[in-house]
């Protein structure tokens, strides 16, 4: 078994926002519509029916998306589902264990709000550990990812255990799940880098002012589903997910509606993306 490094929180102060890679899936649109409270509810319900099922059966998207419906609850107006930390984190553990490395930062999410020091810890590592080897050049951006070190300080404050403990549980998972994880980190890269013309997102950029969040000092995730035109800009954006504090994710919707993408021809159908935010002021770096 490979070794794999420990990783500790010192103390910045910088301010940052930072969007990841869009997830596309075949399924984006489906999702947009399911997070649009403007269509009617039975249709919405008979979209989440579909996403359930695929969740049920095995596939790690519609788990993801699920688990996320049940992490965020009635804290999302109109979500189908209520909100019930027990079941986001059966969902939520399946698709982290299948390469959705997403899925590990809201299981460490799950567990502080659980109270659970140990497993939020484990879960907090293992993303930080999958994330550095998630790409080229991704170590040294997950070491300054504001966001990550904020999930780790609050972990590593409530777990009040060894380390050898954590690592002993690290290890464990890994052994048994270490396959998996690559394989779907591996699928859903090669997704990202092959898509078709109406659904590959190849460039996006970011420049947003939020003024919104000028007197927080909270470090704060978002996920949003993302319309964007031909001509590449953002038409509309849902959220599906947020923490620690949904209000503040909230806010991200206007950093969401300023990322672009890659132009297509204009007699094009829209595109659709899962596209996730980190808003830090970079209080804590992570180091090794």
């Known amino acids: 078994m490979r070794s794999r490094k420990w990783y500790q929180i010192p103390l910045a102060a910088i301010a940052a926002c930072d969007v990841g890679h869009a997830a596309v899936h075949e399924k984006s649109s489906d999702l947009f519509d399911l997070l649009d409270s403007a269509k009617p509810a039975d249709t919405r319900k008979a979209t989440f029916d579909g996403f359930n099922k695929d969740a049920l059966s095995g596939e790690a998207y519609a788990q993801y998306i699920v ?21 986001a984190s059966r969902y939520l553990s399946n698709a982290a264990a299948h390469g959705y490395l997403n ?27 999958y994330k550095s080897e998630s790409a080229p050049g991704a170590e ?3 070491l300054n990812d504001g ?24 290890n464990a998972f890994i052994a048994q799940h270490d396959g998996d994880i690559r394989a779907g980190m591996k699928t859903r890269s090669e997704r990202y880098a092959s898509g078709d013309t109406h659904s590959k997102i190849t460039k996006m950029s970011y420049s947003a002012a939020i003024s919104a969040m000028a007197n927080h000092r909270d470090d704060v995730y978002a996920e949003y589903a993302v319309a964007f035109a031909p001509d590449g800009s953002a038409s509309d954006a849902k959220l599906l997910d947020a923490g620690p504090d949904v209000a503040l ?40």
């Not at 969401?256 to 993408?261: G, K, S, W, Y």
Request: net charge positive; glycine share 8%; hydrophobic share 40%.
């Open 140 to 142: 040294t951006k997950i």
């Open 249 to 288: 994710g909230k806010e991200l919707r206007n950093a969401a509606l300023r990322v672009r993408v890659n132009e297509i021809d204009a007699n094009g159908g829209p595109r659709y993306a899962l596209v996730p935010l980190h808003h830090t002021f970079n209080r804590y770096q992570i180091r090794k």
């Open 103 to 129: 899925a590990m930062a809201k299981m460490a999410e799950v567990k502080l709000e659980q109270r659970s020091g140990l497993e939020a810890m484990l879960w907090a590592q293992l993303y930080i550990h």
């Open 147 to 170: 966001y990550a070190a904020s999930l780790l300080e609050r972990a590593s404050t409530l777990y009040g255990g060894e380390k050898q403990k954590v690592l002993d549980n690290l």
């Open 67 to 87: 688990g996320s419906l049940y992490h965020i609850g009635d804290k999302l107006p109109g979500n189908p589902l209520p909100r019930d930390l027990d079941a």
